[in-house]
């Protein structure tokens, strides 16, 4: 059970911290030889964070529900990461037992955060067709492990000179279908792993959702004290250390 907490604190850290969380997960399960299917005890771990996400955001998502244009923006997002996900499946699922391809993707994350840094004034404030557009292939590339959702797709809206709160909070807003609609995708392989783990995924789940609320409110704190950056230096050092002690 000791192990599942464990995954749990990762990836309540990880999920919205832009770390990549499924990149820590792949690398921790393999360190703590949890081999039971890699796909689904990450999307159980992911579930607890989406509704740490609902809590969270719960007063954005209600106006959300009564705004049609951006309702029909996280339609845009959500078709594309979606079309992007179907088609590259069995490819991105190939990726979660390679740790050299983790790493490699580690070191992508952390050039695009760094790159951030320039970005350090408000600007935009309003999510248009071609933000949804961009957002939509950047959450779809970031099914890759090793490739924050949460860094490539806030740092997608910097560069498009929207502001860090609006990027914050249309980045998650936006994720909430991707993260969910997985979840169904993979509904198989995580009753499979129920069968057996009930127990320990249900604590992992509690954990991931309690550690997930505090990192929303620690990533919201880094973007408004411009240290968002910050993050692609840890990004890289991951994967160093991937590429050095790890087989």
């Known amino acids: 059970m000791l192990k599942y907490i464990l995954l749990g604190v990762i990836q309540g850290v990880t999920e919205f911290l832009p770390v990549s969380s499924s990149g820590h997960l792949v690398v921790m399960q393999k360190l703590l030889g949890i081999n039971e299917n890699l796909m689904a005890v990450p999307i159980v771990l992911h579930l607890g964070t989406g509704f740490s996400l609902i809590v969270f955001f719960f007063k954005d998502i209600i106006r959300l529900l009564r705004d049609i244009k951006s309702l029909s923006l996280i339609v845009v997002v959500s078709v594309i990461t979606g079309i992007i996900g179907i088609a590259g499946k069995d490819f991105f699922e190939s990726l979660f037992s390679s740790l050299k391809s983790v790493a490699i993707a580690l070191i992508f994350t952390g050039i695009i955060l760094i790159?951030?840094?320039?970005?350090?004034?408000?600007?935009?404030?309003?999510?248009?067709?071609?933000?949804?557009?961009?957002l939509g292939f950047a959450q779809g590339l970031?099914?890759?492990?090793?490739?924050?959702?949460?860094?490539?797709?806030?740092?997608?809206?910097?560069?498009?000179?929207?502001?860090?709160?609006?990027?914050?909070?249309?980045?998650?807003?936006?994720?909430?279908?991707?993260?969910?609609?997985?979840?169904?995708?993979?509904?198989?392989?995580?009753?499979?792993?129920?069968?057996?783990?009930?127990?320990?995924?249900?604590?992992?789940?509690?954990?991931?959702?309690?550690?997930?609320?505090?990192?929303?409110?620690?990533?919201?704190?880094?973007?408004?004290?411009?240290?968002?950056?910050?993050?692609?230096?840890?990004?890289?050092?991951?994967?160093?250390?991937?590429?050095?002690?790890?087989?």
């Open 115 to 134: 790159l951030t840094k320039k970005f350090k004034h408000d600007q935009r404030q309003e999510v248009n067709f071609k933000d949804a557009l961009a």
């Open 142 to 247: 970031a099914i890759i492990p090793g490739i924050s959702r949460s860094g490539i797709t806030i740092s997608t809206l910097l560069f498009r000179k929207l502001g860090r709160e609006v990027s914050f909070r249309f980045s998650f807003l936006a994720s909430l279908p991707a993260v969910f609609g997985a979840t169904l995708l993979e509904a198989k392989k995580i009753g499979y792993v129920l069968q057996f783990n009930l127990a320990d995924l249900a604590i992992g789940f509690l954990t991931s959702f309690l550690v997930g609320l505090l990192s929303l409110w620690v990533l919201r704190l880094f973007l408004r004290k411009d240290k968002f950056y910050y993050f692609g230096y840890y990004c890289i050092f991951i994967a160093v250390i991937i590429f050095l002690f790890v087989k």
